[in-house]
């Protein structure tokens, strides 16, 4: 019988997080994986070792891995990898370390890379609070970027969302004092959950002020669906908090 997500000759890696026996996660994700196609696993053979990271569990020397000492920002769940490419094309001088857990989008972005020759990228197809909790040393990020993740409209999977507050106290730690976390979303309710998680967690400023937000900065690119959204009257919320140890600092203009 044909697996209706893989293409012929074309296998999914494996399962991107570390299952404990006898015990079930609640997971921000579902492995709705589509369609694995032969080009993709390619990617995953041929442009893995480049820029692929694998998953240790053990704390990472990221200065060592890309071979300089430069920024380091990360994206958490990039999808199809659109905005992280755009990113690490205007933006040479950091280096990006992106993360996902469905296998078709990680294996695009894979192609992108090699026909960027993108090498200030790094990849990982696995579970964000499994690489946060055990491979980021704390301090160790600039910047952090969640654009659009789920936002599990139904009331009784609200548990699923992946900013929760043991979440956002993590992103505190691994971000250096004076880094930057960026969210986006395009479901106000998911907006007005990460107002009530991050405006309680301590270390994180909004640089908008209290429950406020900023328009698109120039460095997240507006995707297809955003451009849609918009049309049909839809809206999208960016979010901006610096890590700090000091008090809140004035909201920006605008």
């Known amino acids: 019988m044909?697996?209706?997500?893989?293409?012929?000759?074309?296998?999914?890696?494996?399962?991107?997080?570390?299952?404990?026996?006898?015990?079930?996660?609640?997971?921000?994700?579902?492995?709705r994986q589509g369609r694995f196609t032969p080009a993709q696993q390619r990617a995953f053979d041929e442009a893995w070792p480049r820029f692929g990271i694998d998953y240790t569990g053990q704390v990472r020397d990221y200065?060592?891995?890309?071979?300089?000492?430069?920024?380091?920002?990360?994206?958490?769940?990039?999808?199809?990898?659109?905005?992280?490419?755009?990113?690490?094309?205007?933006?040479?001088?950091?280096?990006?370390?992106?993360?996902?857990?469905?296998?078709?989008?990680v294996g695009r972005l894979l192609n992108a890379l090699a026909a960027d020759g993108s090498d200030h990228v790094k990849v990982y197809h696995h579970d964000a609070v499994e690489v946060l909790r055990n491979e980021v040393a704390d301090g160790a990020l600039d910047e952090i970027r969640i654009y659009f993740p789920d936002p599990w409209h139904k009331k009784r999977h609200n548990k699923r969302r992946l900013v929760q507050p043991e979440f956002a106290a993590l992103l505190v730690r691994k971000l250096r004092i004076g880094g930057r976390l960026h969210?986006?979303?395009?479901?106000?309710?998911?907006?007005?959950?990460?107002?009530?998680?991050?405006?309680?967690?301590?270390?994180?400023?909004?640089?908008?002020?209290?429950?406020?937000?900023v328009p698109r900065p120039e460095w997240r690119p507006q995707t297809h669906f955003e451009r849609r959204g918009l049309t049909l009257g839809h809206g999208v919320w960016?979010?901006?908090y610096d890590r700090t140890d000091a008090p809140s600092p004035e909201p920006v203009a605008g």
Do not use: C
């Open 2 to 31: 044909t697996d209706p997500f893989t293409s012929e000759g074309a296998k999914a890696p494996p399962k991107p997080y570390t299952a404990s026996e006898g015990r079930r996660e609640i997971r921000s994700f579902v492995l």
């Open 63 to 105: 200065d060592a891995l890309f071979g300089r000492a430069a920024p380091k920002v990360m994206e958490i769940g990039f999808g199809n990898g659109e905005a992280l490419r755009f990113a690490a094309q205007q933006d040479p001088s950091r280096d990006y370390i992106g993360l996902e857990v469905h296998a078709p989008g």
């Open 183 to 213: 969210l986006a979303t395009d479901w106000e309710p998911y907006a007005e959950h990460m107002w009530d998680v991050l405006e309680a967690t301590p270390g994180l400023a909004n640089r908008a002020g209290p429950r406020g937000h």
């Open 238 to 240: 960016d979010l901006l």
